[in-house]
């Protein structure tokens, strides 16, 4: 039986979290993977946009995401809105990097870890996600071609003072 929520909140409004969180939960969910955790199904329950609508009910059935959750839910906990989108988040990253070949160069996962452009980062903690709880490639491709006014430091992925 899967792990029940309610959650708080459409997935088009789930809340922005910060970009440091955001980083802190790929590397959770980077270390749970490695230490081969393993979590429940989750099920989650959205509520309809307007008074009347159905809900939206998704369930988190892939053992590399179930492992995730379980991991985010340990370090963040997933019984309230900022844990839940710390996670939505992350999964809806995750998601998108694998379904957008465009977004190749702005990470770069490795042995030695995973490399995500501050840009890359700073999107995904707050660009809305659509009513699938994805995010739209096309809202998330305008947001990145904006012109930048620093470059990060290919190496490190840090933008210079």
């Known amino acids: 039986m899967p792990t029940a929520y309610a959650i708080p909140f459409t997935p088009d409004a789930t809340p922005a979290v910060s970009p440091r969180a955001l980083l802190s939960a790929w590397d959770t969910a980077r270390e749970a993977a490695a230490a081969a955790l393993h979590g429940p199904p989750r099920h989650f329950?959205?509520?309809?946009?307007f008074a009347g609508d159905?809900?939206?009910d998704l369930l988190?059935?892939?053992?590399?995401?179930c492992c995730w959750a379980e991991a985010l839910d340990r370090r963040f906990g997933l019984d309230h809105a900022e844990g839940m989108a710390v996670l939505l988040r992350l999964?809806?990253?995750l998601e998108v990097m694998g379904r957008a070949s465009w977004l190749r160069g702005l990470f770069d996962i490795g042995r030695e870890?995973?490399?995500l452009h501050p840009d890359?980062?700073?999107?995904a903690a707050t660009q809305p996600l659509d009513g699938a709880a994805r995010f739209d490639e096309e809202g998330l491709r305008h947001r990145l071609a904006r012109p930048r006014l620093t470059t990060p430091n290919s190496t490190t992925g840090a933008t210079p003072a």
């Open 91 to 93: 999964l809806a990253l």
């Open 113 to 115: 870890g995973t490399l």
């Open 60 to 65: 988190l059935e892939d053992r590399d995401a």
């Open 54 to 56: 159905p809900s939206l």
């Open 120 to 123: 890359l980062l700073r999107a």
């Open 45 to 49: 329950r959205f509520p309809g946009r």
